[in-house]
């Protein structure tokens, strides 16, 4: 069956186009604290509010020729996702650039776009603490009156403003 069109996105790699789609994330494990992910600082704040849980999730891209598709790569991305001020922020950035590397990267391990037969293939995020110090910074939403002073120092505070 053939990906809509509707919803869909349209790439060329190396002079051929395709389309694709990403679907909405299933989460896959419960909520849990995990502040080895979290950057310090965010989870004291966030704490104070209920917050700083991740969760893993899962999202399905399948990616076919535009036009004429006989078979399709079905890219299954795991990532996490983060109960944060903003709501559920997600990890994963699945742009245009991860596509197109799928796509070379499955057509060069005899993925064939023109014959019969789906192409399966599994990405993992990488953790930002496997052989890194770098933590997760999800922003943090300061609510007018509240007194920035006591904010402790962190880099990705969201302030909103309070219109009369």
Not at 6 to 33: C, F, H, L, M, N
Not at 39 to 46: H, N, Q
Not at 89 to 94: K, L, M, S, T
Request: aromatic share 10%.
């Amino acid at each position: 069956m053939s990906i809509a069109k509707k919803g869909s996105r349209k790439i060329t790699v190396a002079e051929v186009d395709y389309q694709w789609r990403v679907s909405r994330p299933r989460r896959i494990s419960d909520w849990r604290d995990e502040c080895d992910l979290l950057d310090e600082v965010y989870c004291k704040i966030a704490a104070q509010y209920g917050l700083r849980q991740v969760a893993d999730v899962v999202f399905n891209i399948p990616i076919e020729l535009y036009r004429e598709p006989k078979s399709k790569i079905l890219a299954k991305y795991f990532g996490i996702i983060i109960d944060g001020f903003l709501g559920i922020e997600q990890v994963a950035q699945i742009k245009p650039g991860l596509v197109a590397d799928i796509i070379r990267e499955s057509l060069r391990n005899g993925w064939d776009p023109a014959a019969k037969g789906d192409y399966m293939v599994e990405i993992f995020e990488r953790k930002p603490f496997e052989g890194s110090t770098e933590k997760l910074r999800p922003a943090v939403i300061v609510m007018p009156g509240i007194n920035e002073a006591s904010m402790p120092e962190y880099d990705n505070l969201i302030r909103l403003v309070e219109v009369s």
